[in-house]
């Protein structure tokens, strides 16, 4: 059961309150070049993508951001640090939320000047909290960045607007470990009933960050603990986005995808099955999009005639590679043999046709 924290909402996602787990990722284009921020944005959007973050690090980027706001399909997030000045550009520009901490950016007056024009728009504040940037204090109290020592400066901070009487808001305490990461999310969500972003910072490239962001925010969210996750890669933000919904759908988080199942190839293989799969794949998530209700039969894409007729028994649409061609199996039956260049087609003009049987007919298993 999740735990039920106070709601706040970024554009017109909700965050907290029982509300769905949302992703957000991070763009990594140049700051300055709107155009390219936009086609980022776009690419996160059709994967599935609900916030998205951009560093907004002087004033000609507070500049791009107002043109990206006006253009962006999703909420987005202004990253603020050292100079509160950006945070009012942003805000100004039409930040959806902002991620500060408010010990960075000045003395109490400057804290004052951004919640004031946050206050005014009901914007909310991420506090955002990670192992490598902890207070002095703080590190020479705990020794090291402990999961104590997150939670301690995390609260820290929050206390600075909540001294201004502002509520909008939400955390983070990101270590760059699977542990310490775990432990301090479950000690801050001890302590506070403020909704929680999750993640692991500097989680690594697209394997091993993959498998670090999986396993934490996986432990986490099936706790019931978590209202928000981005999983951080050094990699592209679709492929955050990707790993972070499909995270999510493994969990019960969200609605299912595309059902494809494919085999791990060997030397048995004669046909791309990898690209085949990526290419039903993303072809699918893009019907089901637009198609949210539609039917979504169990696709299996197999590389060979040893397993893959065994395993189309169990599939609603399957194909089994040969010698540049493919034989495609219906509801478990063979119809025929079909050339590689043209099973994705075929597979995709399938699934938009299907109607699932009804009960009585069901075939077994």
Known sequence: MRKLTRQIKIGNVLIGGGAPVSVQTMVNADPHD???????????????????????PDVKAAEAFKHVRQASPLPLVADIH???????????????????????????????????????????IRIGVNGGSLEKDILAKHGAATPEALVESALRHVAVLEAEDYHEIKISVKASDVPRTIAAYRLLSQKTDYPLH?????????????VRSSVALGALLLEGIGDTIRVSLTDSPAKEVRVGVELLRCIGLRAPGAAVTSCPTCGRTRVDVAGMA????????????????????????????????????????????GEGECMLFVRGELTGKIPESETVERIVQLVKQWQPPSPRLRRPG
């Open 82 to 124: 050292f100079d509160y000045r950006l945070a009012l550009a942003a805000l100004e520009a039409g930040a959806d939320g902002l991620r500060i901490n408010p010990g960075n950016i000045g003395g109490a007056d400057r804290v004052r000047a951004v919640v004031a024009a946050a206050r005014v728009r009901q914007i909310p």
């Open 198 to 210: 999750l993640g692991v910072t500097e989680a690594g490239t697209f394997i091993p960050g993959t």
């Open 278 to 321: 990526m290419q039903v794949e993303d072809r699918l998530e893009a019907f089901y999009r637009e198609n949210p209700k539609a039917p979504r039969p169990h696709v299996a894409v197999m590389g060979c005639v040893v397993n893959g007729p065994g395993e189309a028994k169990g599939a609603d649409i399957a194909i089994a590679g």
């Open 34 to 56: 709107a155009a390219a921020l936009l086609a980022q944005i776009q690419e996160a959007t059709d994967l599935g993508c609900d916030i998205v973050r951009l560093t907004v």
